[in-house]
């Protein structure tokens, strides 16, 4: 039983590449999470899904894109990647008793 | 932008003492309150969570108190030890906020215990 597995754990990409984070949960959880990390900032919504094939915006979503295809998986774009999205990324799924949180993306753009 | 502000940003504390860190909100309709706690590399964990129909809640050696007239609530860590630094990260939200992507959190603090 893995919980929430995030591939990659770290990249490095060059502004304007794109990429793909993927997100996996066994758990069967309905509700799945993209947050970025920053220091000093806390943890801040990126996107967000209540289901298969559903999406819904977060606080901070401009520069990303997210596809919920399976119920297992949750992925986030980047469509083109700029010095402003170097963060850490985690991915979240939640049940009655709370966030079950991956273990991060460390994500550098230069 | 409804905050979620968390004190202090950092917290030195010998081996024995008492941790304590502080979360105010703003938001009256706000019922959810959980602590998260993060080590070097992971993601956060959910360490204890309350509702205010009571004002204090105890697991083991962390207990958060809350006061929703001030509109406020802590974690306090009793008999702090090494193995309990980490940045821990105070949230707040409507019941179902979690669900709804409703919850903030705070900004973290840094808590490292001296042996």
């Known amino acids: 039983n893995a919980g929430v597995t995030q591939t990659p754990k770290f990249r490095v990409l060059k502004t304007g590449q794109s990429m793909t984070l993927l997100c996996a949960q066994d758990m069967n959880h309905e509700y799945m999470y993209w947050y970025r990390q920053d220091p000093g900032m806390g943890l801040r919504l990126i996107h967000y899904?209540?289901?298969?094939?559903?999406?819904a915006k977060g606080e901070v979503p401009d520069g990303y894109n997210v596809s919920r295809l399976k119920k297992q998986n949750f992925l986030l774009g980047l469509e083109s990647a700029a010095p402003s999205q170097t963060s850490v990324y985690f991915c979240a799924t939640w049940a009655d008793y709370g966030y079950t949180f991956g273990s991060g993306t460390r994500l550098t753009v230069v | 932008q409804q905050q979620v502000k968390q004190s202090p940003q950092s917290l030195i504390v010998q081996k024995g003492g008492i941790s304590i860190i502080n979360c105010a909100y703003e938001n009256t309709a706000f019922d959810y309150f959980p602590w998260y706690q993060q080590f070097p590399g992971k993601g956060p964990a959910l360490l204890i969570a309350?509702?205010?129909?009571?004002s204090e809640k105890k697991e083991g050696r962390f207990t958060i108190s809350f006061n929703k007239s001030a509109k406020q609530f802590s974690l306090h860590i009793m008999d702090s030890q090494p193995g309990d630094s980490a940045t821990y990260f105070c949230a707040a939200g409507p019941d179902y906020g979690g669900s709804q992507g409703n919850l903030i959190f705070g900004k973290g603090t840094k808590l490292s215990v001296k042996p």
């Open positions: 899904s209540v289901g298969e094939g559903t999406t």
């Open positions: 309350i509702r205010p129909d009571v």
